[in-house]
């Protein structure tokens, strides 16, 4: 089969499930990847020559799109902020306004050289501390994960990324204090209420761990007053707390965090101008 007839067989299969926008996207990256071929050359070499054992599998990865499976759990890998993450059913997918979050805490770095110690809370695939490690290397970056899972994922991405961090396996929840003190103290801990159930995507609610999504309706900021507390006790004195946050909780979380006593409250829209993060002094 020539790549060209399996392009129209690849838009046949897809065309009622989703845009033609997102068909092409996928088309580009999945032959890209598995024929060792820039984009371009995927476009120009339309009529290269495909064995059948790659006919197999490029068929397979369609009908795994065709169950709603995330393309970045069907390649295994994705993107976060330049660099190549391994990801798989134990991890969330890493989501473009958690890049913003890294670029918040990155300008922090920059602005304020004494900065040493960052930790990072519920870190899943490792995107936040691995992109703020390879950007600010002068740092001693720590995560910790509920997951055992999640964590063997995370420590291959620092590898493969060429970074040390000390990943850490806690229960947030439970724990009564850290390990140390840091100077910076990230999270994007888990925060879609049940109630906003409706609004997720079939493919996020059937294929992405709901240990990393779901909060209970009645008790919707538990991860962010735990890190909140732990973080007035472990946060050294100029500490700064980063959460990203529900967007439709921007101001239930700014007015908690105001009441257990942290200053300078900064809430911050996405790209998409929903309120999605929080920046907190001690
Ligand atoms: C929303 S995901 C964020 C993952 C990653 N930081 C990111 O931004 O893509 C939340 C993470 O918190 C972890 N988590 C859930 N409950 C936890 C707990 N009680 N203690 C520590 N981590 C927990 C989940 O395993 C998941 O990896």
Known sequence: MELKEF??????????????????????????????????DVFMKDSIKLSDSLVNELQQITNKLLQEQP?????????????QFDVNEHVLIPRPETEELVSWVLDHIKNNLTIKNVLDIGTGSGCIPISI??????????????????????????????????????????????????????????????????EIKNNVLANEPHLALFVSNENPLVFYKKIADLALQHLTNNGVLFLEINQYLGQETVNMLKNKGFKNIELKKDLFGNNRMIKASK
């Open 7 to 40: 392009r129209s067989f690849f838009n046949n299969q897809l065309k009622n499930l989703y845009p033609k926008t997102e068909i092409d996207a996928f088309f580009f990256r999945i032959v890209a990847e598995k024929l060792n071929l820039s984009v371009t």
């Open 133 to 198: 490690k390879k950007n600010a290397s002068d740092t001693n970056v720590s995560a910790i994960d509920i997951s055992a899972k999640a964590l063997e994922t995370a420590i291959i991405n620092a590898k493969n990324n060429n970074v040390l961090i000390d990943f850490i396996e806690k229960d947030i929840l439970t724990s009564k204090s850290l390990h140390q003190d840091y100077d910076i103290i990230v999270s994007n801990p888990p925060y879609v209420r049940e109630l906003e159930k409706q």
């Open 71 to 83: 393309i970045q759990y069907i390649l295994g890998t994705t993107e976060f902020y330049g660099l």
